[in-house]
Nanobody, 122 residues
Framework: QVQLVEYGGGLVLAGGSLRLSCAAS????????MGWFRQAPGKEREFVAS????????YYAESVKGRFTISRDNASNTVYLQMNSLKPEDTAVYYC???????????????WGQGTQVTVSS
């Protein structure tokens, strides 16, 4: 079973940047497609971005396209989410996720991290 731990959340002003990291315990990290989801207060959890097993394919929600970048380093079992031009509506708990299949809005991941809070202040 994959264990996922997120790092890098915090408070940032609108227009600022944050980089989230997610460390995976699994030695076969490269066999998992990875993704990020988020959940704002009172809202359902939503897809943010995903990346394929070797990083060759990425997929983004329309709301973050052009501002967020997902990447991975299979040598260190880590996936990243670089978030630029942050907006107050990006405020949410961000969750790292892993699955053997490529993640997209309609696919529920097999594994979740515990989440990290991102707060964007105006």
């Amino acid at each position: 079973q994959v264990q996922l731990v997120e790092y890098g959340g915090g408070l940032v002003l609108a227009g600022g940047s944050l980089r989230l990291s997610c460390a995976a315990s699994e030695r076969t990290f490269s066999s998992y497609a990875m993704g990020w989801f988020r959940q704002a207060p009172g809202k359902e959890r939503e897809f943010v971005a995903s990346i394929s097993w070797k990083g060759g394919m990425t997929y983004y929600a329309e709301s973050v396209k052009g501002r967020f970048t997902i990447s991975r380093d299979n040598a260190s079992n880590t996936v990243y989410l670089q978030m630029n031009s942050l907006k107050p509506e990006d405020t949410a708990v961000y969750y790292c996720a892993a699955d053997h299949g490529l993640l997209h809005p309609g696919r529920k991941p097999d594994y979740w991290g515990q989440g990290t809070q991102v707060t964007v202040s105006s």
